[in-house]
């Protein structure tokens, strides 16, 4: 117990850069998720395709892989650098282009079954009133789309905040590599230490999980 | 009656949206070949195409000697990983169904525990906590717990739901013919729950298939530590080494995905099912499907 409560600033600061990941990934990842799932609804075969393949390569690919493509490939081999000087803030950045390729592909399914759930009927009634199509996309099926999208994305952030820990295998303190720091330097208090560094996931992820939750029975879509 | 092609966004296109479309489409199509050629270029800059870091995947050793021991290492921590965390999901997740609050809360309190907690935790947990104990953890051993405990989990949070989504009329016919409480899980709900949950346990199981690769972290010898440490320390290529191992989990997961696909499409036309799949996927937090 006493290791924990040592150890609390640096524990903290390693869930300070757990939040900064999830952050700064899931805003990219949602800007590009929703470009990637225009792509897929459009009319035009080269777009879909496209994004399908996208969304079908980084889906089925490994995090782990991504990111130790991202941290060595991109990194090491091709020399993408962010940073001169600081190292750490070179592999934070890379460990950023990997979470967010990855949960982006994600963030289109979503928002395209979201589109896709909502019926033909509405579209075809709302142009029978003589609606343009912006105003159809606007007030018809926008407002019912991303009803049905709450939910299944705070599932994906409840996942990305779990999903950093993978920035580990390219040397991000981030909050798993300090816990294993951790249990190095205090051998005699693993199971404290776990115990902290679970009960930090909980705090990050309960509070979100609730909200998503609640938000998506609030407006739900009565069919 | 509507048309095919139709979608909610926009109507089959007539001529002037034809014409239109075909001009976006040759707009679009050259910007993306200049994108796919910038990235080349940036590539061939590095001396990434060179023949000679492509040459070891030609050659019958490099896969008999590095990679395929990698891919047996991989499918047997999955599939060590699969049937302990079936095994575990079905015993929680019946648990937390359970008459008995002393069996329902602390099955609750496992299951929701673990599923917040992310698996390279429990892996470090595993291998520091098991020497702990005096155990001799071998890496194996701790990336079959870390995913056991995980998918376990939410295979348990899918089974409660698969029961859950069966009719009540099912459990309650059961019962006024005089089962006991056990036949009418074993003989009624679960027969019917388990074709409903199918497609969920299948994309479960590729979630727990791309997470074996998280051994590379803690290096177990699985098929990306083949890809990503062994083979570049031999060719120095590990670029191309990582796309090619890229492209044997994209095959093993494509073809764990069609599996998926076919047995809802089957379990759907099956009449004998009174759950819906889609509500067992859906109850169980629908993370089962997304984040696969």
């Not at chain 1, 407002?143 to 999903?163: E, F």
């Not at chain 2, 707009?27 to 023949?51: H, I, P, S």
């Amino acid at each position: 117990m006493e290791a924990v409560v040592d150890e609390l600033p640096v524990i903290l600061g390693a869930f300070w850069l757990t939040v900064k990941l999830t952050v700064v990934s899931g805003v990219i990842s949602l800007v590009w998720g929703i470009v990637l799932a225009a792509m897929r609804v459009s009319p035009l075969p080269v777009l879909r395709g496209a994004g399908a393949l996208y969304v079908n390569v980084l889906r089925n690919t490994p995090l782990t892989l991504i990111i130790v493509f991202c941290g060595l490939g991109l990194g090491t081999v091709m020399n993408v650098q962010f940073s001169r000087d600081d190292l750490s803030l070179n592999s934070f950045w890379l460990s950023i282009i990997g979470l967010s390729a990855y949960t982006s592909a994600f963030v289109c399914e979503v928002v395209r079954s979201g589109i896709n759930t909502v019926p033909l009927g509405q579209a075809e009634a709302a142009r029978a009133i003589g609606l343009t199509f912006l105003q159809t996309l606007r007030l018809v099926i926008l407002p019912q789309a991303v009803r049905t999208v709450i939910a299944p994305l705070g599932s994906l952030l409840n996942a990305l905040v779990k999903n950093t820990t993978v920035a580990a295998a390219i040397g991000v303190m981030e909050a798993a590599l300090r816990m294993k720091n951790l249990f190095d330097a205090h051998g005699d208090a693993i199971i404290p230490i776990f115990l902290g560094f679970a009960a930090g996931f909980v705090v990050l992820t309960l509070p979100m999980n609730l909200l998503s939750g609640r938000l998506a029975r609030r407006l739900a879509v009565v069919r | 009656m509507t048309e095919r092609g139709a979608t909610v966004l926009y109507d089959v296109p007539g001529p002037r949206a034809r014409l239109r479309n075909n001009a976006l489409t040759l707009a679009f199509g050259v910007v993306l070949l200049l994108v796919a050629y910038f990235v080349w270029t940036k590539f061939d800059e590095k001396g990434q195409w060179d023949g000679k870091l492509w040459q070891p995947f030609l050659r019958a050793d490099t896969w008999t000697e590095l990679i395929l021991p990698g891919l047996l290492n991989t499918l047997a921590a999955a599939a060590v990983a699969a049937v302990l965390a079936l095994l575990f999901g079905a015993v929680f997740g019946i648990a937390r169904l359970s008459d008995h609050r002393w069996v329902r809360i602390p099955a609750a309190v496992v299951v929701e525990a673990f599923r917040a907690v992310p698996v390279l935790m429990l892996i470090f947990f595993a291998q520091y906590g098991g020497s702990l104990a005096g155990l001799v953890v071998t890496e194996f051993a701790a990336v079959v717990f870390g995913l056991t405990v995980y998918n376990g989990s939410v295979l348990a949070e899918i089974v409660r739901a698969g029961i859950l989504a069966v009719p009540r009329g099912q459990a309650e016919a059961g019962s006024a013919i005089g089962l006991r409480k056990n036949q009418v899980m074993r003989l009624i709900l679960l027969p019917q729950a388990v074709t409903a949950m199918m497609p969920a346990i299948v994309s479960q199981l590729v979630v727990l298939l791309k997470d074996t690769a998280l051994g590379f972290v803690v290096a177990y010898a699985d098929l990306l530590n083949a890809g990503a440490r062994v083979v570049p320390a031999n060719y120095a290529n590990l670029i191309p080494s990582v796309i090619v191992i890229a492209a044997v989990y994209i095959a093993i997961n494509l073809a764990l995905g069609y599996l998926a696909t076919w047995l809802e499409r089957r379990s759907r036309r099956s009449r004998k099912v009174a759950a819906d799949p889609a509500a067992a996927e859906a109850a169980a937090g629908g993370e089962v499907a997304l984040m696969r």
